[in-house]
Structure formats: C-alpha cells, structure tokens
C-alpha cells in the first residue's frame, strides 16, 4: 500500500476526526461548494530512501494536511483530531513540522495547514 493511500485510511478511520468532517477527507482539492468542516491532504515531497545497494523500503514523505471551517473553533478542533489520529498512528512514524492558522477570503474559511513528516514502510 501507498503511503498516500496509508494516511487516507488512517483519517477516514480515526473516530475522533470523522465525528467532526463525516467523510470529507479530499486529496489535494474539496471542489467548489464542499459542506464544512473538511479535510485535503497532498503529498509536498517525496521520500524514497536509498543506500549503497538501492531503495531500502522506507519512505520519508511531507504531506500538507490542510483543515478547513467556516469558523475557527471548529477548525481548532478538526486540527486537534488530525494531529491526534497522526501521533497515535502505529503503522507508520509521523511528526508534525509546521502549523499555521490562515484565513482564505475567497472562499471565507478558515484553514489551517499542517505539515506532517512521515516514515512509512512500504
């Protein structure tokens, strides 16, 4: 399996975070009109791991894991749960490298990107 496909399954399967976005978890892009609170995730660089003797089946991926909501509480806690269902992953390793909290007018939604790095066997 996919490191991608890997962190889909972890979202759409952590309770804490689907009580809040049901099943809107979208790669890279909602589309116009997505009910909120919702969740894009896209991979921002690859991360095949090489030795002397080629890939050794390791994977250290960044991902943007990008929460979405038409009011900041509701993405704090969206957040929250993303950041929960990751730390608490235990088919893979991941690490949250970057946090910020936005505010996109053109779709008036609040966002918080977060930057994960993840070691993935696979």
């Known amino acids: 399996m996919s490191v991608k496909q890997a962190l889909y399954d972890r979202l759409r399967t952590y309770a804490g975070l689907t009580a809040l976005v049901d099943d809107r978890i979208f ?69 949250l490298d970057d946090e910020s909290d936005t505010y996109e007018s053109k779709t008036d939604r609040y966002h918080i990107p977060l930057v994960f790095i993840i070691w993935y066997a696979g």
């Open 27 to 95: 790669p890279v892009n909602a589309g116009q009109g997505s009910l909120t609170p919702y969740v894009t995730y896209q991979k921002i660089s690859p991360g095949r791991k090489y030795a002397m003797g080629g890939y050794i089946g390791m994977q250290k991926t960044k991902f943007q894991i990008s929460c979405f909501a038409d009011i900041p509480e509701d993405n704090e806690a969206v957040a929250t749960q993303v950041i929960a269902a990751l730390e608490a992953w235990t088919d893979a390793t991941a690490y």
